[in-house]
């Protein structure tokens, strides 16, 4: 089990040593969500503070016209959801071409279906397990077997992406979402 603390909850008046104090610990990766007050109602980081991470989770929309951007501040994984690309394929290609990991999150309502055909591409799916865009919602308890029907499709398709879940996640939950198949955790 992977865990990758977000930044959302960070005191964004001292960033700089909140990264600091993540880079020194144990986590595996920070999740950083990039939110444009378009995709979803609330604006968050922009491009200076992505320079200090390596996973970017973007809610936004048209993610594909940011890909050199974020490739350019050193993200490793570019994070897209499914809903905000009209042109899902071509995106995540352009992102492997830019030479970073591609990532889709689905949000509650999305079925994992919506990546039969793409699933092969991705090192990772991030199932939301809250409605994206505010931190402190209730973990939606549908993500469970949600998770069951991802790895179904992940095993099916020889697929190697990793499952990660950002929402939610607490010590009732985190060990159900690890037992149902879950590789990566999100939480503030």
Do not use: W
Not at 12 to 38: P, T, Y
Not at 39 to 48: D, L, T, Y
Not at 71 to 91: K, W, Y
Not at 167 to 177: D, F, Q, S
């Amino acid at each position: 089990m992977k865990v990758s603390p977000s930044l959302l909850s960070a005191d964004f008046g001292h960033i700089a040593r909140e990264v600091e104090m993540l880079n020194r610990s144990c986590c595996d990766m920070i999740h950083l969500d990039v939110m444009d007050g378009v995709f979803v109602p609330n604006i968050s980081f922009g491009f200076p503070v992505i320079k200090a991470v390596s996973a970017v989770h973007l809610m936004i929309v048209r993610p594909e016209q940011y890909v050199s951007q974020v490739r350019d501040s050193g993200a490793a994984l570019m994070n897209v959801h499914q809903e905000a690309c009209v042109h899902l394929n071509r995106t995540i290609a352009e992102i492997k071409r830019a030479g970073m990991k591609a990532a889709v999150t689905l949000n509650p309502s999305t079925p994992v279906c919506m990546l039969e055909d793409v699933i092969g591409d991705l090192d990772m799916v991030l199932l939301m397990s809250v409605n994206p865009g505010f931190g402190g919602q209730k973990f939606i308890e549908n993500t469970i077997a949600k998770v069951g029907r991802l790895k179904e499709l992940i095993a099916r398709t020889g697929s190697h992406a990793e499952i990660e879940i950002d929402g939610g996640v607490n010590a009732e939950t985190a060990p159900r979402l690890a037992a149902a198949g879950a590789d990566v955790l999100v939480a503030g």
